[in-house]
């Protein structure tokens, strides 16, 4: 199910609003990671589908819902960007978390603690961040890296095409190689 009303009482059976709904979607369906996925698929090399660039294809996803509502597609109110903004501090906190509970630095229960307060996740959300840490190690990290290296190439590639900037161009060119490094990406989109 795509879209789910906010204000129908289904109890707990659907616990995402129609906005996190929303956003799920843009992250992993349209323009999300299906998009990049798909665009990988066409590429000559089959490595670069198969084993795609963890920090681009996490980059990419945060990235999707965020052009989404900068875009101001459809009807995007409010709930949206805080919603937005909530996942971005989540992809924050993630990476803080990571650097000080792989270190040894931080407890587990102090991590969770960490995440619904600076966060603000319930316990259940909390956990199951927890655990996607621990079964794919740098997850958040990753999301992290890939979130300001997409904004990056963003910035300079909007500076070095001045006047001439297409979104649609610059998604383009970002996408048609495949989940390429960002090193490579940097290389095609602005000669770095």
């Given at each position: 199910?795509?879209?789910?009303?906010?204000?129908e009482?289904?109890?707990?059976?659907?616990?995402?609003?129609?906005?996190?709904?929303?956003?799920?979607?843009?992250?992993?369906?349209?323009?999300g990671?299906?998009?990049?996925?798909?665009?990988?698929?066409?590429?000559?090399?089959?490595?670069?589908?198969?084993?795609?660039?963890p920090?681009?294809?996490?980059?990419?996803?945060?990235?999707?819902?965020?052009?989404i509502?900068?875009?101001?597609?459809?009807?995007?109110?409010?709930?949206?960007?805080?919603?937005?903004?909530?996942?971005?501090?989540?992809?924050?906190?993630?990476?803080?978390?990571?650097?000080?509970?792989?270190?040894?630095?931080?407890?587990?229960?102090?991590?969770?603690?960490?995440?619904?307060?600076?966060?603000?996740?319930?316990?259940?959300?909390?956990?199951?961040?927890?655990?996607?840490?621990?079964?794919?190690?740098?997850?958040?990290?990753?999301?992290?890296?890939?979130?300001?290296?997409?904004?990056?190439?963003?910035?300079?590639?909007?500076?070095?095409?001045?006047?001439s900037?297409?979104?649609?161009?610059?998604?383009?060119?970002?996408?048609?190689?495949g989940?390429?490094?960002?090193?490579?990406?940097?290389?095609?989109?602005?000669?770095?």
């Amino acid at each position: 199910l795509y879209y789910i009303k906010g204000e129908e009482n289904l109890g707990d059976l659907f616990p995402l609003t129609s906005h996190e709904i929303d956003l799920t979607n843009a992250r992993y369906i349209i323009p999300g990671q299906c998009v990049q996925i798909a665009h990988a698929q066409k590429y000559s090399s089959p490595i670069r589908y198969i084993f795609p660039d963890p920090l681009n294809e996490a980059g990419w996803q945060i990235y999707a819902a965020q052009i989404i509502l900068d875009e101001e597609f459809e009807e995007w109110d409010d709930v949206h960007h805080i919603l937005k903004m909530k996942e971005e501090v989540i992809v924050i906190c993630r990476a803080f978390i990571e650097g000080q509970y792989y270190s040894g630095n931080m407890d587990r229960k102090t991590a969770l603690a960490y995440l619904q307060k600076e966060a603000f996740l319930n316990s259940s959300e909390a956990e199951a961040l927890m655990l996607q840490s621990d079964l794919y190690y740098f997850s958040g990290t990753q999301a992290f890296v890939g979130m300001m290296e997409i904004n990056s190439i963003l910035k300079e590639y909007k500076k070095n095409a001045g006047d001439s900037f297409s979104i649609l161009k610059f998604h383009q060119e970002m996408l048609e190689n495949g989940i390429i490094s960002f090193n490579q990406l940097k290389k095609q989109l602005v000669s770095l």
